[in-house]
């Protein structure tokens, strides 16, 4: 239905008579003529802008000039005041020689292009700048109007005044190079094309037979029976040959080495570390190694019993052995004394049977093992030492120094005559 409005308030909103004289009881106490609506425009006082301006400049005095700048800047925003606009800075020329800002900027007189700050960087600038300073082209509006009457007068009168002496011309520019077009310039840029004029022959080397073939063969026998190395050392001074394969070879065959009660067993050999080589130094060998290794070995001691009783027997009194021999120490220095040192393992196997501990691993490899793998390292070391033999006779600085005193002057007085 169509609302009714109270006419006093113009708030309260009613469908019928009625209900008006009904909720009058109630909206009797807030019921109140509203007041008239002023005009904010015409009552705020008007803002004098010379005064504004002397305010916000007593208050920005003493402050920081940009603090002031923007103090100064939001106060005119909220007052509607226009801040008067600083006076713009000129900007900042550099100098075409040593790049600095020109204080009083000097000019070019030729091209105007270019400014400098003073006249000494302007004469150092000038082998480079007189390449490119022209003088500017005239506009078409200023080329058509006529000169002044006594204008051409006056111009020559002047350039005879300003003309400079011959000592302090700038140089004659050189006349620009020409560019010749179908030039010859023979043929050394054709190297790509260049081809030999003998063909290509492949070498192939002649096929001795006969006499010549025995006579080389028996030369060179002679000459390798006198030197010692490879038939590329002619000269006998030095050569060196990497040995540590040869060693690796040798001792990877101590992999399934069983003593002879087969107690003991090298179950792996780990590979050889270090240094090996074969140097011949003036016709003679030196046999020079330096290495290490390890050995991993197993076995199992039976106990009287089971040692009675057929070959597989065994019981959990028989002792389980696993350990490790580390050769830490193999030398040519130390020839004859092969640093050996046994760790124990625990071997695997159900916690009741018997195991062998370092004590017990230690002795067991003394007693089998050790022996056997120094005497070995032994073989080893003297069948390496036959891998090279030398002829050439020893010079005295190799000798080792022998005295001999019956050939020693006597130290008795000598009589004077």
Known sequence: AKARRCSVCTKAAYCSPECQKEDWRFHKRICKKPEPKEDASAKAPPVDKEEMEKVMAEFTKDKDPAFAAQMQAMMAGMTGVEMPKAPEKPPEVPCQNCSKICEKPMRCGTCKAVSYCCAQCQRDDWRFHKRIC????????????????????????????????????????????????????????????????????????????????????????????????????????????????????????????TDEGEVLTIDKVSPVKGEASIVHVRGQPKFMYDINFDLVFSGLQRCKACAKSSPGCRCSNCMRILGTVL???????????????????????????????????????????????????????????????????KWASQLPPVAKWEDAPSSAPVKLA
């Open 327 to 393: 050769i830490t120490e193999l030398c040519w220095d130390s020839e004859g004394s092969v640093a050996l040192k046994v760790l124990a393992q625990e071997p695997s196997g159900p916690s009741h049977v018997k195991k062998a501990g370092q004590k017990e691993c230690s002795a067991i490899a003394d007693d089998l093992l050790l022996p056997s793998l120094r005497a070995f390292l032994e073989e080893r070391v003297a069948e390496y030492k036959a891998q090279a033999t030398s002829v050439a006779p």
């Open 134 to 257: 022209t003088k500017p082209a005239a506009s078409p509006a200023a080329a058509s109007q006529p000169p002044p009457v006594g204008a051409s007068e006056q111009a020559k009168d002047g350039a005879a005044a300003k003309a400079p002496d011959s000592s302090s011309a700038p140089r004659p520019k050189e006349t620009e190079s020409v560019v010749l077009n179908n030039e010859d310039v023979g043929t050394w840029y054709k190297h790509r094309e260049w081809k030999p004029q003998e063909e290509r022959k492949e070498f192939v080397p002649t096929k001795l037979e006969g006499a010549a073939k025995d006579a080389q063969e028996a030369q060179a026998s002679a000459g390798a029976s006198k030197k010692a190395g490879s038939a590329w050392n002619a000269a006998g001074t030095w050569e060196e040959k990497n040995m540590l394969p040869w060693w690796q070879d040798r001792v990877q065959k101590l992999q399934g080495w």
